[in-house]
């Protein structure tokens, strides 16, 4: 099972940043935090990942609290594209989904 | 950018008939894997492969399911005798990793299987 929590959903306006919040309490040392997302019936895509330190990219950033329990995505200009469910995975080998947040960008 | 591309998109077959996905991953990834979703439901690890032979299978992937990288480019799904709860949609991922724990997983577009 996947040893993450999120929001089941949440909304954000076009043009304001979108936060998702993540949970992973058990998170052990060397496990990274990754983010994907699914737009619709696509195939799932990469966000962005980080260790310990915070992470940006041209898609998003990624803080990770220093105890490393928790997460948060920053989407930080949402357009409605970014309609999409967003998974936060903590990972050894393979991905494992679990249902993610279903973030709906309102216009 | 390179992608990770799956054939057919779109395939319809009756129950207990064999299927085969193809999948082609990103040229110098060294770790595949297959998932799978059923209509309104959560993506569902089926199997990662690496160097050749299957590095770890979920409960899903019983006898009825195998794997091959028949050619050095080529990564196929086989189901050997479909049945109805097999139609979903099955992605086929990449990874160049060396290691475990690293490196972004690629998606292709998936293949939507139809039993019927």
């Known amino acids: 099972d996947a040893k993450t929590t999120q929001p089941p959903s949440m909304d954000c306006a076009e043009g304001r940043a979108a936060n998702l919040p993540c949970n992973h309490s058990?998170?052990?040392?060397?496990?990274?935090v990754y983010w994907y997302r699914q737009i619709h019936s696509q195939g799932p895509q990469y966000i962005i990942h980080g260790l310990k330190n915070n992470e940006t990219n041209e898609m998003a950033s990624l803080i990770i609290t220093e105890d490393r329990k928790s997460s948060t995505l920053i989407l930080p200009h949402a357009t409605l594209r970014d309609t999409a469910v967003y998974y936060c995975?903590?990972?050894?080998?393979?991905?494992?989904f679990g249902k993610g947040t279903r973030l709906h960008i309102l216009p | 950018e390179p992608e990770v591309t799956q054939t057919p998109s779109h395939q319809v077959t009756q129950m207990g008939q064999e299927v085969i996905l193809r999948c082609v991953p990103i040229?110098?990834?060294?770790?595949f894997y297959w998932y799978r979703q059923i209509l309104g439901q959560k993506v569902e690890f089926l199997v990662s492969f690496y160097n050749n032979e299957i590095s770890e299978k979920s409960e899903i992937f019983d006898d009825q399911f195998s794997v091959e990288r028949p050619d050095g480019s080529n990564f196929t799904l086989k189901i050997r005798s479909t049945k109805l709860e097999d139609s979903a949609m099955y992605f086929c991922?990449?990874?160049?990793?060396?290691?475990?724990?690293?490196?972004?997983?690629?998606f292709g577009e998936g293949s939507r299987l139809t039993v019927l």
């Open positions: 995975i903590v990972r050894d080998d393979k991905i494992i």
């Open positions: 058990t998170i052990s040392g060397n496990e990274y």
């Open positions: 040229s110098n990834h060294l770790y």
């Open positions: 991922a990449s990874r160049v990793g060396t290691t475990t724990n690293t490196g972004e997983l690629f």
